[in-house]
C-alpha cells in the first residue's frame, strides 16, 4: 500500500487566496484525521470523520477552516480566505475499520503551507 | 495551561547514553498514554503506547507512566543516531476520545 497520501506536498500562497489540501487514506481506514503543526502550539487535531461523518470539528480554528470526505478515499481541507498565521504543517492520518485512538495512526508526509 | 506539556529540547547526548525523554499532564482522566516518534520532514509514527500506571519495555524503549504524579516517561537505552528524531507524548480519556499531543521533544544523537 502506498500509504496516506497528501498533496500538494508544498503550497505558498498570499494572504486572502483560498487553499485546499488533498488527502487519500489508506485503503479500508474509515476514520481520517486533519492536523496541524507548528512549532508554538505543537500538533493539534483539527478534525475527524468516521465513515466519512464529521464527528468531531471543535479543533477547527475559525469559519474559514473547512472539511470535507465526500467518500472514503478522498478528504479536503480548505482555508477561505488564508492568513500568515496559518502557516503550518497539515498532516492527514487515518486508522483501520474498527480500530480505537490507541491503535498506531497512520500518517501522510503532511503539506507544508506558508501564506505570505 | 496546556493538558499535556513537553519541554521543546533540543536534547543532545552522545551514542550510547541513555536518553529520558518525559511530559506531565493535568487531567488525572486520562487514561492511556503514547509515545510518536517523528523524523524531519515526515508524519509522526506510534511508538510505544501504555494503559494506566506501570512500564512497558519493547526492545532499547521503555515508557513509564506515574498516574499519582501525572509523569510519563520514555527511556532509550544503548541510544542511536538513527534515533535522533522529534518524539512527542500523547494521551486520550480512552481509546473512543481524540488524542492530546504535547508539543514534542527533539533529540539528537551524537555519533
Known amino acids: 500500500d502506498a500509504g496516506v497520501i497528501q498533496s500538494p506536498r508544498h503550497e505558498v500562497t498570499e494572504m486572502g487566496q483560498e487553499v485546499t489540501l488533498r488527502c487519500k487514506p489508506i485503503?479500508?481506514?474509515?476514520?481520517l484525521f486533519w492536523y496541524r503543526q507548528t512549532m508554538m502550539r505543537g500538533l493539534e487535531l483539527l478534525i475527524y470523520?468516521?465513515?466519512?461523518?464529521?464527528?468531531?470539528d471543535s479543533g477547527m480554528p475559525e469559519d474559514r477552516f473547512s472539511a470535507k470526505m465526500p467518500n472514503a478515499s478522498f478528504s479536503t481541507l480548505k482555508i477561505q480566505p488564508s492568513e500568515p498565521r496559518d502557516s503550518a504543517v497539515y498532516f492527514c492520518?487515518?486508522?483501520?475499520?474498527?480500530?480505537?485512538?490507541?491503535?498506531?495512526?497512520?500518517f501522510g508526509p503532511g503539506t507544508r503551507l506558508t501564506v505570505l | 495551561q496546556k493538558e499535556v506539556e513537553q519541554d521543546p529540547g533540543p536534547l543532545s547526548v552522545p551514542e550510547g547514553a541513555i536518553v529520558s525523554l518525559n511530559c506531565t499532564y493535568s487531567?488525572?482522566?486520562?487514561?492511556?498514554f503514547m509515545w510518536y516518534r517523528q523524523y524531519s520532514r515526515k508524519g509522526p509514527e506510534l511508538l510505544m503506547y501504555?494503559?494506566?500506571?506501570g512500564n512497558k519495555e519493547d526492545g532499547r524503549f521503555t515508557a513509564q507512566v506515574d498516574k499519582s504524579s501525572k509523569y510519563i516517561s520514555l527511556f532509550i537505552r544503548d541510544s542511536q543516531p538513527s534515533d535522533s528524531a522529534t518524539y512527542l507524548c500523547?494521551?486520550?480519556?480512552?481509546?473512543?476520545?481524540?488524542?492530546?499531543f504535547g508539543s514534542g521533544t527533539r533529540l539528537s544523537i551524537r555519533p
Open positions: 492520518a487515518s486508522i483501520p475499520t474498527g480500530r480505537g485512538f490507541t491503535d498506531t495512526q497512520y
Open positions: 485503503s479500508g481506514h474509515n476514520s
Open positions: 470523520f468516521n465513515n466519512n461523518v464529521p464527528i468531531d
Open positions: 487531567n488525572s482522566a486520562f487514561q492511556y
Open positions: 501504555t494503559y494506566s500506571s
Open positions: 500523547a494521551t486520550l480519556y480512552s481509546s473512543a476520545s481524540k488524542i492530546i
